[in-house]
């Protein structure tokens, strides 16, 4: 049988999205700015990570120096197979692979930077879904918790979800310069980024992601230029409706403000770093952390 065209379109979205990761890592070794030698860690730590996909051979030639003719000699003396990805090598062929990149490939200090990455969309694209799944399931990241001085929705818990602050506090936070950004959203409540927090995370070397609205998003990358801009699209414009509406938090009224806001919103993608289609929840979510991880590597400045 064959495949409903839904998932068609998911498998083909993924594949494109996973063949823009591996080249993005390959550029990254090729311009020392990745090692090598922790792409083949990473490939062998986790089979899911996009460097596992990766062949042994691209690897090699994306390292500065090699040509194709050279790699392939390599290849025969290390005895693994042209067409060999990185999570499919055995034990004995891991550590002559692991011995020939530590010794040929260039190394880099790869702790210089920390990862600051905005994940910005519409209304109802899914952003607090998405990050929420990353909380849950990639504790290696740390989630920047918003403030807003809108009421809590149900199931959402202060503190986790947001700081819900009143309009006196918000206001003294602004007074003291606490906001990395904060913007008064679809005409009504207000949302920020206290910065305090970020500046820790950053400082310590961990991956930050900030789940913030597009106003939000520009003041982030004029606060800190190093930042990535992700755009949070939805499959279908009727798609993005029918979550609006389906999740009843709002009224009618303000489900039309919402939405009009949104045709706003839609026309910005193009200030953003990359975009990503949130057609399925787990797998918009492994892009945007693969993002997070590959974008650290291109910004690198490295060095032999």
Aim: with cysteine; proline share 5%; net charge negative.
């Amino acid at each position: 049988m064959n495949p409903p065209e839904v998932d068609r379109v998911a498998a083909s979205r993924a594949a494109v999205a996973a063949r823009r990761a591996r080249a993005a890592v390959k550029h990254a070794v090729n311009e020392r700015r990745l090692s090598a030698v922790t792409v083949l860690h990473t490939a062998l730590a986790s089979s899911e990570s996009i460097e596992a996909t990766l062949r042994v051979r691209d690897l090699l030639l994306s390292i500065p120096g090699l040509g194709p003719v050279r790699v392939d000699r390599v290849m025969q003396r290390l005895e693994i197979s042209p067409s060999k990805r990185l999570a499919g090598l055995g034990v004995h062929q891991q550590e002559r692979l692991q011995e020939y990149l530590e010794h040929r490939a260039p190394t880099i200090d790869e702790s210089a930077l920390s990862r600051l990455v905005v994940l910005a969309g519409p209304t109802a694209v899914g952003k607090g879904t998405v990050s929420t799944f990353i909380r849950e399931n990639h504790p290696e990241v740390c989630l920047s918790v918003s403030a807003t001085t809108r009421a809590p929705r149900p199931g959402e818990v202060d503190g986790v979800s947001y700081y819900f602050l009143d309009d006196a506090e918000f206001d003294r936070m602004i007074a003291d310069g606490e906001f990395l950004e904060w913007a008064v959203v679809h005409n009504k409540s207000r949302y920020g980024t206290p910065r305090p927090p970020i500046d820790r995370a950053l400082a310590e070397g961990k991956s930050v992601l900030l789940e913030i609205d597009i106003q939000g998003a520009r003041q982030v990358k004029e606060a800190m230029p190093e930042a990535t801009l992700v755009f949070l699209l939805p499959p279908s414009w009727d798609e993005l409706v029918r979550r609006l509406i389906g999740r009843g938090t709002e009224s009618a009224e303000e489900q039309e403000r919402r939405l009009s806001t949104a045709r706003v919103e839609l026309a910005a993608q193009s200030e953003f770093d990359h975009r990503v289609v949130n057609s399925d929840v787990e797998a918009a979510a492994r892009e945007v952390v693969e993002l997070m991880r590959i974008q650290k590597a291109i910004d690198l400045h490295g060095k032999e």
